[in-house]
C-alpha cells in the first residue's frame, strides 16, 4: 500500500507542479500587473477603468444579456430533456433531439455570428425566405440568439443527465397520495432538479458572461466586458494594466459561481435505486413537448444552414450560382491549409496530454488511499478551471510567458488547452474510476503485481470508454476555442479559430464558412469515431461478462 501511495504522490506532485506553474503563477502575476502603475504598486489603473466612459455600462449589459440568456437556455434545455425522458415520443425523435441539442458544441462560437449576420441580417437566408428582416441582429437581440445557442448544448448535458438519475415511481406515489398535476410536478421533477437547474443558470451565465467570440461579430454597438477586454489588450492603443484590471472584473462572477455551486450540492437529490416505468399515457403532453422541441431544434439547425449554402454560392446573394471555387481556393492557399494542420495537431496532442492529467488526477482522487487533503487540492483546482474565463486564463499566459523561449509557442496552446478544459473530464474519469471495484488494486498487490501493471492490465481496460470520450471531449474543445488562444497564438502557431478572427477584418466570410465546416466535419467525424470505439469497447466488456457468468 505504501508502495502505491508513493507512485499516487508522484503523480500528485506532477500534477501540482503543473498547475501551479501554469495556473497559480499566471493568475499571480495577472493580479499583480493589475496593480502596477508608472511608479510601482497603485491602484492607478482600477480607477482609470472604472472612471472610462462605457466601462460601466458594458459591465450592466453584459449581466442583463449573460441573465436573459441563462434563463432562456435553462427553460430551453428543461423542456428537451422533459421531452426525452418524460414522454411517449417517438425514439427516433429522441435521437434527433439529442442531436441536434449539441450540434453548437462542434463550431466556435465567433462562427455562430456571423450564420445570425447570413442568416438574419438585410441579405440573409432566412430574411429571403420570410420576405422581411425578423429582428435587428446587431446588439441585444444578436447576442441573446448567439449565447442561447452557444450554451444549450452545457445547459441541456446538465438536466438531461440529471433527470435521467430520478426515480421514476415517485410520479405514481404523488397521483395515489391525491396530489394535482402540478404538485406531482413540482415534487417529483423540478424538486429532485432545483439544484442542476440553478447549476445550468449559473454555467450558462458564466459562458455567456466571458464569451468572446459572439460579441466580436453581431455585438455591434452593444458593448460587453469581454469585448472591453479585447479593445484593451489587442486595440489600436493596447494598455497592458487596463486589460488586467478588466480580467480581474471578470474573475467576480468565477469567484460567486464558485460558492454558489458548493451550496447548491445540498439541494442534490440521490436515489439508492432507480426504477424503470411506463410513462403513463397523455397525447397531449406528448404533442406539445414534442412540436415545441421540434421547433426549437428546427430553429437552432436553421440559423447554421447557412454555412451549408454561402461557401458554395458564387456571390452571395448577388450571383447564387453554385461553385466549388472558395472551398478549392481554401485547400489551395497553403497559409490557411497550413492553419488547418495547426489545428487538427493542437487538438489531438492536447487531447492525449489533457487524458493523461485528467486520468492521474482522477487516480488520485478515485482510487488510492492518500491524504484527504491532497484528495481536496485536486478538488479545488478543478472547481478553478471549471469557473475561470478562458480570456483570463489566455491573458494570464501573456503576461507570464511573453519574452520567454515557449512564447507563441505550440506548447504553451497546450497547456493553456489542457489547464482550461480540465474539470470536465477529470469530473468524467473520476466517476468512472469510482464505480469500479474498490479492491482490485489490493488483489493485485497480494498476487504479486506491482500498482502499475494493475492500473495498465486492469483499471485502464475497464475505463477505456470513459477515457475515449475524454479524448474527445479535449479534442473537440480544443478544435473550437477562441477565448483561450486570442492572447498567446503566433503567427506560426495561428489556429483555425483564430485565423476566423483575422479573416473577419477582411470580410472573407466565404473563407470563414469553410473552415467552420472544416471544423464541424472534423469534429463530427472524431465524435463519430470515438463513439464507435466507446460502444466496441463496452459490448465487448458486455459479451465477457456474460461468457464469464455462463462458465461459472
Known amino acids: 500500500m505504501k508502495h502505491k501511495n508513493k507512485e499516487i504522490k508522484v503523480i500528485f506532485a506532477f500534477l501540482a507542479l503543473m498547475f501551479a506553474v501554469f495556473l497559480a503563477l499566471p493568475m499571480v502575476r495577472l493580479l499583480l500587473k493589475s496593480f502596477l502603475g508608472d511608479s510601482g504598486f497603485s491602484l492607478e489603473s482600477y480607477l482609470s477603468v472604472f472612471a472610462s466612459r462605457g466601462f460601466g455600462k458594458a459591465l450592466g449589459n453584459s449581466f442583463l444579456v449573460a441573465s436573459v440568456s441563462a434563463l432562456t437556455t435553462t427553460a430551453i434545455a428543461f423542456l428537451l430533456a422533459y421531452t426525452i425522458h418524460y414522454t411517449n415520443v417517438s425514439g427516433r425523435a429522441k435521437s434527433l433531439i439529442r442531436g441536434a441539442a449539441l450540434l453548437p458544441m462542434l463550431l466556435p462560437t465567433i462562427t455562430y455570428g456571423f450564420s445570425i449576420i447570413y442568416s438574419f441580417g438585410k441579405q440573409g437566408l432566412l430574411t429571403r425566405l420570410f420576405g422581411r428582416q425578423l429582428f435587428d441582429i446587431y446588439g441585444f437581440n444578436g447576442l441573446l440568439l448567439g449565447y442561447v445557442i452557444y450554451t444549450l448544448p452545457i445547459s441541456f448535458l446538465l438536466i438531461n443527465n440529471t433527470m435521467g438519475y430520478i426515480d421514476k415511481k415517485y410520479m405514481i406515489v404523488s397521483r395515489i397520495m391525491g396530489d394535482n398535476g402540478l404538485s406531482a410536478f413540482m415534487m417529483t421533477i423540478i424538486r429532485p432538479l432545483l439544484g442542476t437547474l440553478a447549476a445550468s443558470f449559473i454555467q450558462s451565465f458564466f459562458l455567456c458572461f466571458t464569451d468572446f467570440g459572439i460579441p466580436a461579430s453581431v455585438g455591434g454597438k452593444f458593448q460587453v466586458i469581454a469585448g472591453v477586454l479585447y479593445n484593451e489588450m489587442l486595440g489600436s492603443v493596447p494598455d497592458f494594466n487596463n486589460g488586467a484590471v478588466v480580467a480581474m472584473v471578470m474573475l467576480i462572477p468565477s469567484v460567486a459561481s464558485i460558492l454558489v455551486l458548493q451550496y447548491l450540492e445540498r439541494y442534490n437529490v440521490r436515489y439508492s435505486k432507480i426504477s424503470v416505468i411506463e410513462l403513463h399515457k397523455n397525447k397531449a403532453r406528448d404533442w406539445v413537448c414534442g412540436i415545441l422541441s421540434t421547433l426549437i431544434i428546427t430553429g437552432v439547425l436553421s440559423v447554421f444552414a447557412v454555412i451549408f449554402v454561402v461557401p458554395f454560392v458564387s456571390e452571395w446573394p448577388y450571383e447564387i450560382r453554385f461553385t466549388l471555387e472558395h472551398v478549392t481556393a481554401v485547400f489551395a492557399d497553403d497559409a490557411l491549409f497550413g492553419v488547418c494542420k495547426n489545428s487538427l495537431f493542437t487538438a489531438i496532442v492536447t487531447a492525449v496530454f489533457g487524458t493523461l492529467a485528467a486520468y492521474g488526477a482522477a487516480l488520485v482522487t478515485a482510487r488510492s488511499t492518500v491524504n484527504k487533503k491532497l484528495k481536496n487540492i485536486i478538488e479545488g483546482i478543478a472547481l478553478i478551471t471549471n469557473t475561470i474565463p478562458g480570456m483570463v486564463i489566455g491573458l494570464a499566459f501573456l503576461f507570464s510567458f511573453s519574452g520567454t523561449a515557449v512564447q507563441n509557442t505550440f506548447f504553451i496552446i497546450i497547456v493553456c488547452n489542457v489547464i482550461h478544459f480540465f474539470s470536465t473530464p477529470y469530473l468524467m474519469m473520476k466517476n468512472s474510476l469510482a464505480k469500479m471495484n474498490a479492491s482490485w488494486e489490493t488483489t493485485a498487490m497480494l498476487m504479486g503485481d506491482n500498482w502499475v501493471k494493475t492500473i495498465l492490465r486492469v483499471v485502464t481496460p475497464n475505463a477505456v470508454s470513459t477515457i475515449l470520450e475524454v479524448f474527445s471531449y479535449y479534442f473537440v474543445n480544443a478544435m473550437v476555442t477562441i477565448s483561450a488562444v486570442i492572447f498567446i497564438a503566433g503567427a506560426r502557431t495561428m489556429v483555425i479559430t483564430t485565423k476566423i478572427k483575422e479573416l473577419q477584418y477582411y470580410n472573407k466570410y ?43
Not at 464558412?513 to 467525424?525: E, G, R
Not at 466496441?536 to 459479451?543: C, F, Q
Open 510 to 552: 466565404n473563407e470563414i464558412f469553410v473552415l467552420s465546416l472544416l471544423i464541424l466535419f472534423t469534429n463530427l467525424a472524431a465524435k463519430s469515431l470515438f463513439q464507435y470505439l466507446a460502444n466496441r469497447k463496452e459490448k465487448t466488456a458486455g459479451s465477457k461478462s456474460r461468457t464469464v457468468k455462463i462458465a461459472q
